[in-house]
């Protein structure tokens, strides 16, 4: 069982950065790959990133390429996004989410564990 708790979103002005963590429990942390997904009002939920255990392969959503990044720390069981020139259309819930293989964490993989989510919004 994985347990993953976002943090670190909030309201930003266009063109700002943020920086959000998840901070996952279990000693097997290392092992799942890891993504980054988001839902805004009304529409459905999308990928946004994904990052292979060891950190070495990520994978990115064409929104998106460019300007965030995602990365792990498996000795902090955390995963992060580090989100740079934020649009309006970014304004989201982002979740984390832990797959057991690389490929269930891109886009139409099976994902084992769901965040609650953290709400980023972005003024314009």
């Known amino acids: 069982q994985v347990k993953l708790v976002e943090s670190g979103g909030g309201l930003v002005q266009a063109g700002g950065s943020l920086r959000l963590s998840c901070a996952a429990s279990?000693?097997?942390?290392?092992?799942?790959?890891m993504s980054w997904f988001r839902q805004a009002p009304g529409m459905e939920r999308e990928f946004v990133a994904a990052i292979n255990w060891g950190g070495a392969l990520t994978n990115y959503a064409d929104s998106v390429k460019g300007r965030f990044t995602i990365s792990r720390d498996n000795a902090k069981n955390t995963v992060y996004l580090q989100m740079n020139s934020l649009r309006p259309e970014d304004t989201a819930v982002y979740y984390c989410a832990a797959a057991s293989t690389y490929r269930d964490a891109k886009p139409s993989g099976t994902i084992n564990y769901w965040g609650q989510g953290t709400q980023v919004t972005v003024s314009s």
């Open positions: 279990g000693r097997t942390f290392g092992s799942y790959a």
